[in-house]
Structures are given as structure tokens and as C-alpha cells.
């Protein structure tokens, strides 16, 4: 099994671009969680789901927006991508039951 | 709501010694509690879980950790260091309800000393 996997790894954008994370995970996991991670600041969530077409928001959901069209995938957006979003993104994903989290790699966006 | 602080932001110890890293929440009812270990570079992977029963849970890696709810406290404890135990270490708190969303500290670093 791969578990929860990432792409792309790194990305760098112009402010304004758009782009898209992509998270798969191949554990049958109902739960899915996009977070990102700043220096002193631990991870804070932006969106979550616990179902294939359900979305919720998180603690910081401003300026992204996601999709979880299949239950193995969950995808984050930028619209409008601003430097403030330079950070490293991870996904997560766990049984609505266990709490336990697994998490993804990561992927380090910076935007200029 | 619910917060999870961890007052050392940078700890460092000899290889061999022990090692204490402190997580103090703030939550309403008895709340799941998380310990994960995040190396340079790479995701977070999970050292151990309280989620009830026996307070003193053991993990991976030769980590344990103690619930203490008179102190709402959730250390974490190693009796011997080693080199390669040098990461960055969160606390988290786990919500009840459906979605068990995760609430993280701001983290620990960890260097060992050879």
C-alpha cells in the first residue's frame, strides 16, 4: 500500500495563479483532512470530509476550495494564489472511528 | 474551543539521556490526544494515542506518554535518547463528534547531542 500520497511536491506560483493539490489515499479511509503547516504555528486545517461529495470547512478555509469526487481522492485549490499561502500543504486521512490520522508527504508551494 | 499548547518550542539533550517533552490542552470533556514525530522533510507519523482506559500509553520508538487530567497534561517521555530521535514533535487533540478533526500544537524541536 502507498497510503496517502501527494502531488506535486513542490510547486512555486505567481501571485494571482491558479493550481491544484492532488491527495489519494488507498486505505478505504472514509475521512479525508487538507492542512497546511507554518513555521511556530503547528498545522492548522483548512477543509475536511467525511464522505465522497461532502466538504466542511476547517479553521482556515479562506482563499482555497476543495473537492472530493471519489472516495480515494480529496483535491485543494487556489483560485488566486497569494504569498500569504506559501507553506507546506499536507493531506490526511483516517476511519471515521479510529482518530488516528495518516499523513501525506507534503507539498512545499511557494508564491511570489 | 479547544487549544494544545507546547511550552518548549526547541529542547535539546545528550544522546543517552532522558527526555520530557510537556503538551498542556484546554478542552471541555475528555478529549483523544496524539503525539507525532515529524522528521525533515517528511510527513508526520504517530509515536502514540490516548483515546481512554490505563493513562500511561506506550507508542513506537520506545516513547510513552501519561494523561493526566487534574493537570490536563499529556507528556511525553523517553527514558534514553537516541541520535536518531532528533525531529520536531507535536501534541494533538482530538474533537469527539464525527469528524475527529485535529487540533495541533505549535510543536517541539528536538536535537540530540553526540
Known amino acids: 500500500n502507498a497510503g496517502v500520497t501527494q502531488t506535486p511536491k513542490f510547486r512555486v506560483l505567481k501571485t494571482g495563479q491558479s493550481m491544484t493539490l492532488l491527495c489519494a489515499q488507498d486505505?478505504?479511509?472514509?475521512?479525508m483532512y487538507w492542512y497546511r503547516q507554518d513555521p511556530g504555528m503547528g498545522l492548522r486545517l483548512i477543509h475536511y470530509?467525511?464522505?465522497?461529495?461532502?466538504?466542511a470547512k476547517g479553521e482556515v478555509p479562506d482563499g482555497y476550495n476543495v473537492s472530493r469526487l471519489k472516495k480515494q481522492n480529496f483535491l485543494l485549490g487556489l483560485e488566486s494564489a497569494a504569498p500569504s499561502q506559501t507553506s507546506v500543504y499536507f493531506c490526511a486521512s483516517s476511519y471515521p472511528g479510529g482518530g488516528e490520522q495518516y499523513f501525506g508527504p507534503g507539498t512545499r508551494l511557494t508564491v511570489t | 474551543a479547544q487549544s494544545v499548547t507546547q511550552p518548549d518550542i526547541h529542547i535539546t539533550v545528550s544522546e543517552g539521556a532522558s527526555l520530557e517533552l510537556r503538551c498542556n490542552y484546554s478542552y471541555g470533556a475528555t478529549p483523544y490526544l496524539f503525539w507525532y514525530v515529524q522528521s525533515p522533510g517528511q510527513g508526520l507519523q504517530l509515536l502514540l494515542k490516548?483515546?481512554?482506559?490505563?493513562?500511561l500509553v506506550q507508542g513506537i520508538k520506545g516513547f510513552e506518554a501519561e494523561f493526566k487530567r487534574s493537570q490536563s497534561s499529556f507528556n511525553l517521555r523517553k527514558p534514553s535518547v537516541h541520535w536518531s530521535d532528533a525531529a520536531e514533535y507535536f501534541c494533538?487533540?482530538?474533537?469527539?463528534?464525527?469528524?475527529?478533526?485535529?487540533?495541533f500544537g505549535s510543536g517541539t524541536q528536538l536535537t540530540v547531542l553526540p
Open positions: 470530509s467525511v464522505g465522497e461529495g461532502t466538504t
Open positions: 494533538a487533540v482530538g474533537l469527539s463528534g464525527s469528524a475527529r478533526q485535529l487540533t
Open positions: 486505505m478505504n479511509h472514509e475521512y
Open positions: 490516548y483515546f481512554s482506559g490505563d493513562t
